[in-house]
């Protein structure tokens, strides 16, 4: 019995496990541009100006060039780690089905019959989660050509609370066994002060 997990452990590792997988389509990233990227619409909007040689456009977009200065680091786009992330959102949703699986089957049999060791790989899973949403949140996907930048949005910070809840439930001990040591020593005690076994 020493192997089992608590009942409580495996609802926590079961709540981890959706939470985690919800937040597979919660905006991971916000997207915004940089100041290199501001520059070349600028750059294109110049071009597209002196191509068509009209004088009341080229005005109108060189008024534009101060609020396109002001874009630079506002956000205009999140985007999901299922939007950005290609094959990583597969392998937490896969983890996460893997763990709900692992710790909801036990939960359904009785506590006498919940077999040794129950849960015991939702910790590995979401350890593994653990590590897959730190890589991308330290190392988010790089935009080609540097004219927008990523920055990290709430999905991504409660895809790291799900991963880690299911390692905490997958090591939440199993505190029966304990309850019931110490009850059998209080009365061993108990009996051997006074004589009397409760409940003689």
């Given at each position: 019995?020493?192997?089992?997990r ?12 959706i ?6 389509f ?30 009341s456009l ?13 874009l ?16 990583l959102?597969?392998i ?79 090591l ?10 110490s ?16 409940g003689?």
């Amino acid at each position: 019995m020493s192997g089992d997990r608590s009942r409580y452990g495996l609802v926590v590792s079961a709540v981890g496990a959706i939470v985690l997988a919800v937040s597979v389509f919660l905006p991971w990233y916000g997207v915004s541009f940089t100041a290199a990227g501001v520059a070349l619409v600028q750059q294109v909007g110049d071009q597209v100006a002196s191509q068509l040689s009209n004088a009341s456009l080229q005005s109108y977009v060189s008024g534009l060039h101060a609020s396109l200065g002001g874009l630079v680091g506002q956000q205009f786009v999140a985007l999901s780690a299922h939007q950005a992330l290609s094959h990583l959102n597969i392998i937490l949703l896969v983890l996460a089905g893997l763990a709900l699986l692992d710790a909801l089957l036990p939960l359904a049999l009785p506590s006498d019959a919940m077999p040794a060791g129950a849960g015991a790989s939702v910790a590995v899973l979401g350890a593994v989660a653990t590590v897959c949403v730190l890589y991308r949140m330290i190392d988010p996907p790089s935009p080609a050509g540097g004219l927008v930048s990523l920055s990290l949005r709430e999905g991504a910070w409660l895809a790291l609370l799900g991963a880690l809840t299911m390692v905490l439930g997958g090591l939440w001990p199993r505190v029966a066994p304990l309850a019931s040591a110490s009850e059998a020593q209080v009365r061993g005690a108990w009996s051997g002060l006074s004589g009397w076994t409760p409940g003689s």
